[in-house]
């Protein structure tokens, strides 16, 4: 939940992903399928991990499944993704 007016929704989700991922040792693990919404939950996952420290890192697994019949412009999409990661 929003406190204030000024606090942005990036600072919200990084603040619940830092409850989440210090509240125990499991490793994450993340469906990717190009979407618009795994591509925003890993854009803000991926955000969050560049202000750890590496000591603070813990396993993370990103998911794809190739269905074999997306389209092959989201398909360079989801590989080019993955390769910059």
Same mark, same amino acid.
């Given at each position: ?18 409850k989440i991922y210090f509240s125990d040792k499991r490793p ?11 591509? @925003?939950?890993?854009? /803000? !996952? ?9 000591? %603070? ?6 998911? @794809?499944?190739?269905? /074999? !019949? ?9 590989? %080019?993704t993955l390769e910059l990661i």
């Amino acid at each position: 939940m929003i406190s204030n007016k000024n606090t942005t929704l990036s600072a919200v989700a990084n603040d619940n992903l830092r409850k989440i991922y210090f509240s125990d040792k499991r490793p994450w693990v993340i469906a990717f399928s190009g979407g618009k919404d795994s591509t @925003l939950v890993l854009q /803000l !996952v991926y955000e969050f991990f560049e202000r750890l420290e590496p000591s %603070q890192y813990k396993p993370v697994f990103i998911l @794809l499944s190739d269905t /074999l !019949v997306e389209p092959p412009l989201i398909k360079d999409y989801i590989y %080019q993704t993955l390769e910059l990661i």
